[in-house]
């Protein structure tokens, strides 16, 4: 049996892994001559640059995924901890650490709220249940059909989330200081969303984050994907590069392999596209409705991101550090509802030399700066790219030089690169030059995000940032697993024991575990339908009641209400 991945992404890497270890045998499809996609690395008169991700968040996660692969992480990647997650820089020079150390956060957090570090604890409470609940209802499970979503365990659970509040206006209900909401809001923007229309329950990224903590490996986050890669060829997958796809040959209701832009043509039994989803379904797959419904579809705000050589070590940065907008609420009005890049932006600055030497010669820093901005399209009116561009280099620019001290931060960079909203679409296929993919919106996960099999192509499945569970390095190995675990389900195919299960001696039959279920008979099928029945019926209201408050800010300008007076 062979299967053939369309992409070198972080998820088709896994599942190309994944596969293999089963016996299948994998060839992998990239256009470009590197892998990771937009978690790959650029390097320029000897500095190193993670293109894209930075943050390793969520390690249990990876930790999983090469324990299913029979391996044991830390034998192949060097992990480092953050001592400190970020500095948090405001308008007017002050600035806030977090970190995962409680007795330096209630020293911070207290600095701008008295008391807001009983609160920080009440929030991180809420914050943990929404980690646990998302991982295990979200993340293990794959939503095939609309009958696994709507049950009454799961509207419970939706309340206990909070899908129907905002990040914002959660973080209202925990802290008065304006600043303090911020610094716990931000975060949306890993997701590329507002704070201010993502679901409350992506709090759980401060957890992670505050609990966990941030983690680097060494040598840039992609030595994760080169990796996963070698684990791959050890079981025999083929991986070939430059190689890009043309389309996706069908036949009826089966793919049958994949056409090189060469003219090449890859014959398979099974597909799997770890290509950005709309992009596949726009240029690579023959045209249908479904696809150009995708085109209506929320995207993730785009970036422009700079890439700088320093010529010495800058005080007052960390290896994380954010950079917020004054007018806070406006500046992600002008990315997500004007397309534009904002008056005031807030920015990312990563300085990977601060905790991995090898990122930049001796006594220097390499540095990443990523502006958030809409994505590519005229909807809003004409976007000047390169207007847009030298004012976010400008502004940059002037804000670290002032809020650092120091007289012309731009004199001290002596090597530059690039990646605009136009670069994301044209290297890695980004339609739009969305980075992220599809938004999370409340009808954009779970059962109505795409799913990991196409609905009509029998063989062709999917596997990234747009399909099921959603976006994010971790979230995707987590789709990975999903995807590679529908393959080897539809194909009778046994997956091999985890490293920790043969260790353990818990290792189950593989003929016994992976059984195809008995048959059912008509009764069997009605008795075990009526809860679910009973369910749909119910829950037809409360998703009737979700839609309409997901739609009503579309309509009506609503205002975000705190819980607790606003301090400044």
């Not at 659970?157 to 716990?184: E, G, I, P, Q």
């Not at 596209?273 to 726009?282: E, F, I, Q, S, T």
């Not at 995707?476 to 590679?484: E, F, H, I, Q, S």
Request: proline residues 5%; aromatic residues 12%; hydrophobic residues 40%.
């Amino acid at each position: 049996m062979k299967a053939v991945i369309v992409g070198c992404g972080v998820g088709g890497v896994a599942t190309a892994a994944r596969l293999a270890r089963a016996g299948i045998q994998v060839i992998v499809l990239e256009k470009n001559d590197f892998n990771g996609g937009r978690c790959s690395l650029l390097y320029q008169d000897g500095y190193r640059f993670d293109r894209g991700p930075s943050f390793y968040l969520m390690p249990k996660t990876f930790e999983e995924t090469f324990d299913d692969l029979g391996e044991d992480i830390h034998e192949w990647i060097d992990l480092r901890k953050c001592p400190t997650n970020y500095i948090v820089h405001y308008h007017d020079g002050k600035t806030l650490e977090l970190s995962t150390d409680l007795t330096r956060m209630r020293e911070q957090l207290e600095r701008f709220e008295p008391g807001s570090f009983e609160h920080y604890l009440r929030f991180m409470k809420e914050a943990h249940i929404h980690y646990d609940m998302s991982v295990n209802m979200v993340l293990k499970n794959n939503f095939e059909t609309i009958w696994q979503l709507l049950t009454l365990n799961n509207l419970v659970k939706a309340f206990k989330l909070h899908v129907l509040n905002k990040v914002y206006s959660r973080a209202c209900k925990y802290f008065r200081s304006d600043r303090l909401r911020r610094a716990f809001t931000f975060q949306s923007m890993y997701m590329g969303m507002s704070p201010f229309d993502a679901p409350a329950t992506y709090n759980l990224l401060q957890y992670t984050e505050l609990a966990e903590g941030i983690w680097y490996p060494i040598g840039g986050f992609n030595t994760v994907v080169q990796s996963l890669e070698k684990i791959a060829k050890k079981h025999g997958a083929d991986f070939r590069y430059n190689s890009e796809v043309k389309r996706i040959v069908t036949e009826g209701k089966v793919t049958k392999g994949c056409e090189l832009t060469d003219g090449t043509f890859v014959e398979a039994d099974i597909v799997i596209c770890n290509a950005d989803l709309l992009y596949a379904y726009n240029e690579l797959l023959p045209e249908s409705s479904y696809g150009k419904s995708l085109d209506k579809k929320n995207l993730t705000s785009s970036s422009i991101s700079f890439y700088w050589g320093l010529d010495r070590k800058v005080e007052g940065l960390n290896a994380h550090n954010i950079f917020l907008a004054e007018h806070y609420r406006e500046s992600f009005d002008d990315i997500f509802k004007k397309l534009s890049l904002p008056k005031d932006p807030s920015f990312y600055v990563n300085v990977p030399s601060r905790i991995d030497k090898t990122a930049a010669p001796d006594g220097k820093d390499a540095v990443v700066v990523l502006v958030p901005v809409g994505w590519i399209s005229d909807a809003k009116g004409p976007q000047d790219w390169p207007l847009m561009i030298a004012r976010a280099r400008a502004f940059v620019l002037e804000t670290l030089s002032r809020q650092l001290g120091i007289e012309d931060f731009g004199s001290l960079i002596t090597t530059e690169r690039v990646s605009t909203p136009h670069d994301w679409a044209a290297d890695f296929n980004l339609y739009k030059g969305a980075i992220l993919g599809l938004s999370h919106d409340i009808l954009q996960v779970l059962w109505f995000r795409p799913g990991t099999k196409h609905a009509t192509l029998k063989n062709l499945y999917f596997v990234g940032a747009s399909t099921q569970p959603g976006t994010g390095v971790p979230i995707v190995m987590c789709g990975a697993k999903l995807t590679a675990t529908q393959i080897l389900r539809d194909y009778k195919v046994a997956a091999p024991p985890s490293r920790s299960a043969v260790e353990s001696g818990q290792v189950a039959s593989p003929n016994e575990k992976h059984l195809p279920p008995p048959q059912l008979s008509a009764l069997d099928i009605l008795r075990e339908r009526q809860s679910t029945l009973a369910n749909f019926f119910f829950l037809l209201v409360i998703l009737a009641f979700i839609t309409s408050a997901s739609l009503l800010p579309r309509f009506v300008d609503l205002p975000q209400v705190g819980f607790l007076p606003r301090l400044k």
